[in-house]
């Protein structure tokens, strides 16, 4: 056994999300990539599951079994709940009890300092010896290996879950960023509108989530594709199963998806001209389970079109960034973000990381 990593502890980098939460160990990968969902006794305040077992018991318990997503809109909703699920993850990837291991967690950019020590105390009640935050924005830029470090700019989207986080990044600092509560779930919420609306079908939002992920897209396909979805009939109360096209779908997310665009936009445009400049020519990057949304790197270059026609007709000296130059999704590089947090407690504690926090918001 390597008693030196033994007394120094496991390095654990973790990034706890409204919807998944993964954790990184130093030296093995990706031990754990779960659904935020505990699920509790509410007789006995017992946990019954955590994870993926607990997610499946979501609308499906018992009436004294409740499921619950700990976080929302990327922040700590409840919690005892999410030091009883963090508790449960870091246990098992055995770094919980004597074992002394140092935490890199990912916060949300926007979060207070009330909220930072929540998430701090919640880690450190779950077993950790010491932990340090890294803004999600720069965990994920790392993760893509983009230069953070240097004093060029990089723009991340991380669609989420709960939020939709939009960051120009340089210099080891992020420069400009706006975070939104919108994400992959309001995509499941319009899905959830919309059958009922156009079949009287009430569905649950995790048949949404499936329909969106089996059928959804962001731009007009090639060959357009349907998926059937189940749920209770609005007016005679059985249970009934309808159809659904991926136009259904685009058009009824169009909207949150909109929203998330315009917010790209607002940021590109309150960001310094020479960053701006780097970014037209580097493209953005897109992270996030949202990025996995078919052709939603042609809604971005859609913008950029838009963009040149209103810069003019403004007939202004505009600034407008080619967007869609380079849009990468990097879903698997969120995840190797997570790597190189852990790297980047290498010595000791903090000291090596970014200074993020330290970046004024805008
Ligand atoms: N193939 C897919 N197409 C569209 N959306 C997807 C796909 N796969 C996952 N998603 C969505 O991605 C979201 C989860 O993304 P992610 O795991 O990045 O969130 P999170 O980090 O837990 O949330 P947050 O960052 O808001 O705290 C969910 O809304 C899920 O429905
Ligand atoms: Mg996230």
């Known amino acids: 056994m390597d008693l030196w990593r033994f007394r120094r502890g496991r390095e654990l980098a973790i990034d706890l999300g409204t919807a998944n939460t993964l954790v990184f160990v130093r030296g093995e990968g990706i031990a754990v990539f779960e659904p935020s969902v505990v699920a509790i006794d509410e007789r006995t305040q017992e946990v019954q599951a955590v994870g993926e077992a607990a997610r499946r018991m979501i609308g499906r318990t018992p009436a004294t079994i409740r499921a619950i997503r700990p976080l929302r809109h990327g922040v700590i909703a409840d919690f005892d709940v999410t030091a009883e699920m963090l508790r449960y993850f870091i246990r098992r990837v055995g770094g919980g009890g004597l074992s002394f291991s140092r935490v890199v967690l990912c916060v949300p950019s926007g979060i207070t300092d009330v909220e930072r020590e929540a998430v701090e105390d919640a880690t450190l009640a779950a077993g950790a010896r010491s932990v340090a935050l890294i803004e999600e924005p720069m965990a994920a830029a790392i993760g893509a290996g983009l230069p953070v470090g240097e004093p060029q700019g990089s723009m991340i989207v991380d669609i989420g879950g709960g939020t939709t986080e939009v960051a120009v990044l340089s210099l080891g600092g992020i420069v400009v ?186």
């Open 177 to 362: 960023w706006e975070s939104i509560r919108v994400g992959g779930y309001e995509l499941d919420e319009a899905i959830v509108r919309h059958v009922d609306t156009s079949a009287r079908l009430l569905i649950g939002s995790e048949t949404a989530e499936s329909a969106k992920i089996s059928c959804g897209s962001a731009w007009p396909l090639a060959e357009e594709i349907e998926t059937d979805v189940a749920g209770r009939d609005r007016v005679t109360g059985l249970l009934r199963r309808t159809t659904i096209t991926s136009e259904e779908v685009r058009a009824a997310t169009a909207q949150p998806v909109g929203t998330i665009v315009e917010t790209v936009k607002r940021t590109l445009e309150s960001t310094p001209p020479e960053l701006a400049a780097d970014i037209s020519s580097r493209g953005i990057v897109l992270a996030g389970g949202g990025a996995l949304l078919r052709g939603i790197r042609h809604v971005f270059a859609e913008l950029r079109a838009q963009d040149r026609k209103l810069a003019k007709a403004r007939r202004s000296n505009v600034f407008v960034p080619h967007l869609a130059n380079r849009l990468t999704d990097v879903r698997s590089s969120g995840r190797e973000a997570v790597r190189v947090h852990v790297d980047l407690i290498e010595a000791d504690s903090t000291a090596a990381l970014p200074s993020a926090a330290a970046a004024p918001p805008i």
